[in-house]
């Protein structure tokens, strides 16, 4: 069987004509990791080929659906220890790349008004920072053919260099409002809250705090636009089975932010240290990652700042038998990471 090499920022369209938004970058064999976005549904409010599709948000309602209607894209995955949603590689219909969506929106005739403004936020970024367009692509809503007039832009960049190169003039661009670039005010901020809040609970003024100084999402040309920043494959250092992880725990803890290096990336990484435990099951001193593979925790502190985080507790084993322990955020309403005043 051939090997499908997916990552962060693709979709999956299975042969029942299921749509899955892909996790990560390391994958099981045959199976590629991914959750439930887009279904079939007559009272879907996107139309794509004459068939209605129905967005599916929170994670709870995408494992609900997976596990009641379609159990062949759960499994057990024994090196994370835990049932996952995922996609065996021969019932893949269709594999949508973002970077293939940009040369697919540059040959096509007429844009829509949507995709006239995410082909022009690629190409503003190209102009500005030189990244190569085979490095940027277009995911989200628009790659799969399901966005609407009023769909958020949802962009990605290949590599560390690039990754970095766009993050700094981005910053620029925001904080002086150029090229059709403007940050998120405070009536913005309190609409993506009223979002967010229904899957990542936290305070309106922690969660502001926090979201204010966010350079990965904005608006361009009036229209709300998220980065997503993914490290290139000869850049993923850690391969399927070197690591194993296993959940011993959900824990709230005070730390240190130690290195902030991966912080703008999905999946995002912050190494923490004087970690003291508030509550929950944790060895304080075995923990020293919190990481996330939701993009909603990039960004979500800096190196040198305190935190308060809480979320599930695995145990990770290396291939050399070396032991630590991290936390994951994401997988439940209750996880998050706030600045410690």
Not at 77 to 99: A, C, Q, R
Request: net charge neutral.
């Amino acid at each position: 069987m051939e090997e499908v090499k997916a990552r962060e920022g693709d979709f999956i369209e299975t042969i029942e004509g299921l749509i899955f938004d892909v996790k990560g970058l390391i994958h099981p064999p045959g199976r590629i990791i991914a959750y439930l976005r887009y279904i079939e549904d007559p009272s879907g409010e996107r139309i794509r080929n004459g068939k209605r599709y129905k967005k599916v948000y929170s994670l709870a309602d995408r494992d609900r659906i997976v596990k009641e209607k379609y159990p062949q894209y759960i499994h057990y995955d024994k090196n994370f220890g835990e049932w996952m949603e995922s996609v065996p590689t021969n019932l893949i219909k269709k594999h949508y790349k973002p970077e293939w969506k940009v040369l697919d929106l540059i040959g096509k005739n007429v844009l829509d008004e949507t995709e006239h403004c995410a082909l022009k936020l690629i190409e503003t970024i190209h102009d500005v920072t030189q990244t190569p367009l085979e490095k940027m692509g277009i995911t989200g809503s628009i790659l799969v053919d399901l966005h609407t007039q009023n769909s958020d832009i949802d962009i990605t960049i290949y590599g560390w260099k690039n990754c970095i190169s766009v993050y700094e003039e981005l910053k620029t661009l925001l904080e002086e409002g150029r090229m059709g670039f403007r940050k998120y005010d405070i009536q913005k901020l309190s609409k993506l809250y009223e979002f967010r809040v229904k899957d990542t609970w936290m305070k309106f003024e922690d969660f502001y705090k926090i979201e204010r100084r966010k350079i990965s999402q904005g608006e361009f040309l009036n229209r709300d636009f998220y980065i997503r920043f993914i490290l290139d494959w000869d850049e993923v250092e850690e391969k399927y089975g070197d690591k194993i992880y296993r959940t011993i725990g959900y824990a709230k803890v005070k730390a240190l932010i130690e290195d902030d290096k991966y912080a703008i990336f999905t999946p995002c990484k912050y190494t923490i240290s004087n970690v003291e435990l508030i509550e929950g099951e944790c060895n304080p001193k075995k923990l020293t990652e919190i990481t996330s593979f939701r993009g909603r925790f990039c960004e979500q502190a800096r190196r040198g700042e305190w935190v308060i985080a809480q979320g599930k507790i695995e145990i990770v084993t290396t291939n050399s038998g070396e032991e630590y322990c991290r936390m994951v955020l994401g997988g439940k309403p209750s996880d998050f990471m706030i600045l410690k005043e």
